[in-house]
C-alpha cells in the first residue's frame, strides 16, 4: 500500500514563527502537492513538485515556501505564521498523469 | 485557466435512491483526467473514479460512474443506491497533462437520509 505520511496531525504555533510541515511518502512518486482545506473553499493548491529540487506554485503561494531535497519528502514552510494560516493542510503524491493522487493524513495548524 | 466549480455546495438523498453530484471544469489543454474524491468526516482522502479526456466510454467503478460530458465539460458523479455511509464531502479535481498541477473543486456535501 502506498503511504504518505505527514509528520504532525495537530499543531499550535505563535504569529510570527517559522513552520515546517513535513511529508514523506514510500511509493518513489514524481509528484507531490501541498493544499490547504478551508470550508467552503475545498482543498487549494499551494505548491506543487514534479522531481527533486523542482518546484511550482499553485494558486495560493503567498506566505510559503517548499523544499524537496529528496524525492520521498515534500516539505512546506510558513516563513512567519500568522493567523490566517491556520488551516488544515493536505499533502499528496501520484506518479504519472492518469493516476490517482494518494493522500497524507492531514495536518491541522493552527495559529495563534 | 484551469478551472474546476462545483455548485452544490450540499445535497440530500434519499437510502437507495440514485444522486447525481455536478462538476464543470474549465481547461483550454485537450489532455487532461478528471477524478472524484470522497472525505467521509474522518478526514481521509478516498479515490473513487477517472476519466480520461480521450476516454470513449464512461467511466464506471461498481455503484459509481462519471457522466462525461466533453462538449459541456462537465464531469458529474452518479451514486447509484445510495448508502448511509455514502454521507461524506465529495471533491471533483482535474490534472492537465501539459502540466503537473492537480486542481481541486469546492466541494459537495452529500448526506444520505435513512
Known amino acids: 500500500d502506498v503511504k504518505v505520511t505527514q509528520s504532525s496531525r495537530y499543531l499550535v504555533k505563535r504569529t510570527g514563527e517559522k513552520v515546517f510541515l513535513e511529508c514523506v511518502q514510500d511509493?518513489?512518486?514524481?509528484?507531490m502537492f501541498w493544499y490547504r482545506q478551508d470550508p467552503g473553499l475545498g482543498l487549494r493548491l499551494i505548491y506543487f513538485?514534479?522531481?527533486?529540487?523542482?518546484?511550482e506554485k499553485g494558486d495560493i503561494p503567498e506566505g510559503y515556501s517548499v523544499s524537496r531535497e529528496k524525492k520521498e519528502r515534500f516539505s512546506l514552510i510558513l516563513e512567519s505564521a500568522s493567523t490566517n494560516q491556520t488551516s488544515m493542510y493536505l499533502c499528496?503524491?501520484?506518479?504519472?498523469?492518469?493516476?490517482?493522487?494518494?493522500f497524507g493524513q492531514g495536518t491541522r495548524l493552527t495559529v495563534v | 485557466a484551469q478551472k474546476i466549480t462545483q455548485t452544490q455546495p450540499g445535497m440530500f438523498v434519499q437510502e437507495k435512491e440514485a444522486v447525481t453530484l455536478d462538476c464543470t471544469y474549465d481547461?483550454?489543454?485537450?489532455?487532461?483526467?478528471l477524478f472524484w474524491y470522497k472525505q467521509p468526516s474522518s478526514g481521509e482522502m478516498i479515490f473513487l473514479i477517472y476519466?480520461?479526456?480521450?476516454?470513449?466510454q464512461n467511466a464506471t467503478e461498481g455503484r459509481y460512474s462519471l457522466n462525461f460530458q466533453k462538449a459541456r465539460k462537465s464531469a458529474n458523479l452518479v451514486i447509484s443506491a445510495s448508502q448511509l455511509g455514502d454521507s461524506a464531502m465529495y471533491f471533483c479535481?482535474?490534472?492537465?497533462?501539459?502540466?503537473?498541477?492537480?486542481?481541486f473543486g469546492s466541494g459537495t456535501r452529500l448526506l444520505v437520509r435513512p
Open positions: 481547461t483550454s489543454d485537450p489532455s487532461y483526467g
Open positions: 511509493m518513489d512518486h514524481e509528484n
Open positions: 499528496a503524491s501520484k506518479w504519472g498523469s492518469n493516476t490517482e493522487a494518494f
Open positions: 513538485s514534479y522531481d527533486v529540487k523542482m518546484k
Open positions: 476519466q480520461g479526456s480521450y476516454d470513449q
Open positions: 479535481a482535474m490534472r492537465e497533462d501539459s502540466s503537473y498541477k492537480l486542481i
